[in-house]
């Protein structure tokens, strides 16, 4: 995957990026990193592209309904 490419996918913050700059987790490797584009692009080549995320409207919780 380019580099543009990857960049553009981790526009958000990781999910361990707090918990690496705490020290609290080791950031991935090189091995790891190729281990992972490995897979995305078998992913792809099997199943294709997946559509780009966008964020949804949190849901309403329900009205209440007044038991009679």
């Known amino acids: 995957?380019?580099?543009?490419?990857?960049?553009?996918l981790s526009a958000?913050?990781?999910?361990l990026s707090s918990r690496i700059?705490?020290?609290k987790?080791?950031?991935?490797?090189a091995?790891?990193?190729a281990i992972v584009a490995g897979l995305r692009a078998d992913f792809e080549r099997k199943?294709?592209?997946p559509a780009v995320?966008?964020?949804t409207k949190l849901a309403k919780s329900?009205?209440?309904?007044?038991k009679g």
């Open 53 to 55: 995320r966008r964020p």
């Open 47 to 49: 199943y294709g592209r």
């Open 21 to 23: 700059a705490a020290g």
């Open 1 to 8: 995957m380019a580099k543009q490419e990857l960049s553009a």
């Open 62 to 66: 329900p009205k209440k309904v007044a």
């Open 12 to 15: 958000t913050p990781s999910a």
């Open 25 to 29: 987790a080791e950031p991935i490797t």
């Open 31 to 33: 091995e790891e990193r």
